[in-house]
Nanobody, 125 residues
Framework: VQLQASGGGLVQPGGSLRLSCAVS????????IGWFREAPGKEREAVAC????????YYPDFVKGRFTISRDNAKNTVYLQMNSLNSEDTAVYYC???????????????????WGQGTQVTVSS
């Protein structure tokens, strides 16, 4: 199983970025996907999660209305559209995948078995 995250970069406050996570190697069920971020000096936190059947989404309050997670099944790719970015969104963003993740644990990094390498997002003028 491999996850390849991309799309990070430098963006001005108020700008947008779309992160991609190419997922390969899952031979059975489509995995649940989580996007997490880790900023210097801060704990890793979930920013968006999507269930196996694409029917349950999770967004923490600090990204609601700004971030959107979606999946293109044909391309085996999951996206994180980020709008209205601010300096507090600066972090390394990771995608993670796993099977059998129940709703109550979707925001916990330990629930996911596979992780991408991370992509840096810097919001600065």
């Amino acid at each position: 199983v491999q996850l390849q995250a991309s799309g990070g970069g430098l963006v001005q406050p108020g700008g947008s970025l779309r992160l991609s996570c190419a997922v390969s190697g899952f031979t059975l069920d489509r995995p649940a996907i989580g996007w997490f971020r880790e900023a210097p000096g801060k704990e890793r936190e979930a920013v968006a999660c999507l269930s196996t059947n694409n029917d349950i989404w999770y967004y923490p309050d600090f990204v609601k209305g700004r971030f959107t997670i979606s999946r293109d099944n044909a391309k085996n790719t999951v996206y994180l559209q980020m709008n209205s970015l601010n300096s507090e969104d600066t972090a390394v963003y990771y995608c993670a995948a796993g099977n059998g993740i129940i709703m109550s644990t979707m925001t916990e990094g330990t629930a996911y078995d596979y992780w991408g390498q991370g992509t840096q997002v810097t919001v600065s003028s």
